[in-house]
């Protein structure tokens, strides 16, 4: 997917020890930075004023990555954020993760995020405020 | 998915750290989970005795998970493995992570798996007797 | 420092994404090791019993570790925790890490941990009950 | 100790991940912050043009760490690094980790790196130029 389809970007260094013993970053770090940029995203969505004094909020349902190129430190990658789809209770972020000044992204990744009630455990909808920013920033 | 479609057990404990500020086990640590599985399943079917000296091997594809149950930390979990595909260069392997004693997993996740020429960085067809041996481990 | 000087015994199965790029267990590791001990003992000793009611705890001060012998995954280390130290405010853990059947430790740690009001962030005597039972535990 | 103490500096993005189940910055990651730190000293040394070929190089023997003040996510520090010993077959890094714009250290640390042969596992004595580049970094 091109760059131009994510609305949030997140710069990530990658880190020494985020390789793993073949020398490359281990799967598991990609999952790390695209948790980074959704956690940058939730902040400029300012996710926390809908938490109703930390009583709901987002958790995650399910993370995949497609890793399409090796990456060695030293590396800046930049993850984009793109809302992929927004539903009752709950909506799907997509990742790009690309290396600074590429077209191509070395991996591509997508999380289910539902909004609940945390003492209760249970699903809650959207905050209709919550839905508005997400769908001004999700494409048409 | 239920217990016995897993042909290969690994437990893994879970440890504090694996824990993140919202106090339960971190997404990340699931991936983690299923890659202590993988390299064990991988041992138990002498992986590298097909590796041509180290030139063949191994690679991810991709890698997803669904969270089904929040953990804690203390707990021990058992992650059971089944090749859940076997394709002509890559194949397939699903992970059900399971409390101790329980029936119902708290996440179940899946890889793909490509055989690379790691110099050149293509795919090649899997070996015969990895494939055999992957037949051997697969359901009817 | 041998064995025997250990009076609590946690058991750290190293994962293999605990190597580093260097093919061994990174230096990193060990730590997450000493707080999987110190984690395991402090529940052996009931510390949450002496916090009243979350507002007391410890806190880490320092830590340190030297690194004596390499090590690869598959291995699994067993982590001895002894009380080296007992001061007012705080107290300072001993850490031996060797592998199974081994009589020399792999690395050796130490962590000085302070009783602290979290709100006020700011270093309490240790309770007396708290005290005793780290007593308890002391070498003569 | 104070900024102008420290010969080389390295930003570290502390990641939401960083943060353990007590929500602030887990002892374990400054280790990775140092880490970090030390690999990005060593590129600036051209540490690698000293290995004879990956023979010789760099090994960690001790590492420890003073934990000064709490950090949380998001935040990002500067790690700075000096030379605070040159021995025969060793010498000790120790860093600060400061915040932007601030005087007071969160943290220190330090770390024993010696100069071995990696098949035998064996210090050697530090190389010429490696000890000359140490000592052109050195306080005096």
Not at 56 to 78: I, K, N
Request: some cysteine; aromatic content about 10%.
């Amino acid at each position: 997917m091109s760059r131009e389809r994510y609305v949030h970007w997140t710069p990530q260094a990658v880190r020494w020890g985020d390789m793993d013993a073949l020398g490359h970053v281990n799967n598991v770090a990609y999952f790390v930075y695209c948790e980074s940029a959704r956690m940058a995203f939730f902040a400029a969505l300012e996710l926390e004023s809908y938490s109703e004094g930390g009583r709901q909020g987002p958790a995650l349902v399910s993370a995949s990555c497609t890793f399409r190129q090796q990456v060695r430190h030293p590396a800046t990658l930049e993850v984009g954020v793109r809302v992929a789809r927004i539903g009752g209770r709950s909506f799907t972020l997509d990742y790009g993760l690309y290396r600074r000044g590429e077209e191509e992204p070395v991996a591509e990744g997508s999380s289910v995020v539902v909004w609940i009630d945390y003492a209760a455990g249970k699903a809650l909808p959207l905050p209709t405020k919550l839905r508005s920013a997400l769908e001004a920033r999700a494409p048409r």
